[in-house]
């Protein structure tokens, strides 16, 4: 049976990793400042993770969400401590996308409105109401399209008020730096102004922090940089280091009823464990210093390379400029010089989004394999 082909792929099979690098099948070794997008957070194949996968599927990997199961509970502590989100609650599912199509979800129960705001080059994943509040119609089916989604330019402060005093507004979703969009951010007031729009009118600030949570811009939460409060935060790719797992916190004020949402799989024994094996490295091993302390110092040399126009991001979600399209630039690293980039719906773009444990010798490398690309 053929694979629906709905992927543009490179040709390298990568068949084992190890923190920064993954091999193929002829032991070729690939920096990865990637991160399988953005979803590598304690580095490939990390001792405690493996140790805690294997350790608890030799148990018990699966049973449903009927029982008990203390795994979840600790995960929930363990994100509370390590994100400061005091009193938040945890429903686990399994993906980014899942995430936001329950703090949607939620949202629409709790308000009993039902059309959503969103902002121009955002993305949050494919599922029904979430991809209805993607900025990208070539991926909006009309099943999708009969969502009501309004969506606004970053910075339009006076949009978002002329839209929720309209009544009708259950949630306004940020991703509070753009992951796909291209690395772009809204400015401190604007954020600050929608999160107090919201409350004055009884509608959710979601926070996606999908891809920049986790640690990934330099503290837990990318809104923490900013005065928000969010009724929702949804979490997914750094969160199991690859194992599937996404997860919402949600709001103190918000209560919850039986039945309101649900999943088979999601907070998974297995999936637990993987969560919490990255949560344990990410605090013995300092890695949200190191997300600053390699910021930085990255940032730092890319103001030397002349062909870069502009840095965009924060802390390991960065973001080179060029000005010219880049799509052979980033196939040249992967097959002459054995690096892994990423891309962005902004063409002249490279994306860099490597595990948290990457090391100033690895920022070196790829910077001079970029000099020799470029010359
Ligand atoms: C900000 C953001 N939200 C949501 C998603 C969707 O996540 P998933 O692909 O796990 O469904 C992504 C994936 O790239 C993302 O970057």
Do not use: W
């Not at 795994?71 to 005091?86: D, M, P, R």
């Not at 052979?328 to 002459?336: A, S």
Request: proline share 3%.
């Amino acid at each position: 049976m053929p694979l629906f082909d709905v992927y543009p792929l490179y040709n390298v099979t990568p068949v084992s990793g190890k923190d920064m690098h993954v091999y193929d099948e002829n032991c070729v070794e690939y920096l990865d400042l990637y991160g399988g997008h953005a979803v590598i957070s304690i580095g490939h194949s990390h001792p405690n993770y493996v140790t805690a996968i294997t350790n608890q599927v030799s148990k018990l990997g699966f049973y449903s969400n009927a029982i008990q199961n203390p795994l979840q509970v600790e995960l929930a502590n363990k994100i509370e401590a390590l994100s400061g989100c005091k009193g938040y609650e945890l429903f686990l599912c399994n993906s980014g996308a899942e995430a936001n199509e329950n703090a949607l979800k939620l949202a629409s129960f709790k308000t009993g409105k039902s059309r959503v705001v969103a902002f121009k080059n955002g993305f949050h994943g494919r599922t029904s109401a979430a991809v209805a509040a993607t900025d990208n119609a070539n991926i909006i089916a009309p099943i999708n399209a009969q969502q009501q989604v309004t969506i606004l330019a970053l910075n339009d402060v006076e949009g978002v008020k002329r839209e929720l005093e309209k009544g009708d507004v259950c949630a306004v979703i940020v991703e509070f730096i753009q992951g796909v969009g291209g690395l772009d951010q809204g400015t401190a007031e604007f954020f600050e102004q929608v999160d107090k729009l919201c409350k004055a009118n009884n509608t959710y600030f979601i926070a996606d922090e999908v891809q920049a949570g986790y640690g990934r811009s330099g503290k837990f939460f990318a809104f923490q940089y900013y005065n928000v409060t969010p009724e929702v935060i949804s979490i997914a790719k750094g969160m199991g280091n690859g194992f599937p797992i996404g997860g919402i916190l949600i709001h103190p004020d918000i209560e919850a009823k039986h039945g309101m949402l649900g999943t088979t799989f999601g907070g998974n024994h297995l999936a637990c464990a993987a969560g919490l094996a990255v949560l344990n490295t990410i605090e013995d091993e300092n890695l949200i210093a190191n997300v600053n302390t390699i910021s930085e110092y990255f940032i730092s040399v890319a103001k030397t390379i002349p062909q870069i126009k502009n840095i965009k991001g924060r802390g390991l979600m960065i973001g080179l400029e060029f000005d010219f399209e880049v799509g052979e630039l980033r196939k040249k690293l992967i097959y002459e010089h054995r690096i892994f980039t990423g891309g962005a719906s902004n063409k002249k773009l490279i994306r860099i989004l490597p595990p948290l444990t990457i090391k100033k010798e690895h920022v070196d490398q790829f910077f001079e394999a970029l000099k020799k690309a470029l010359s």
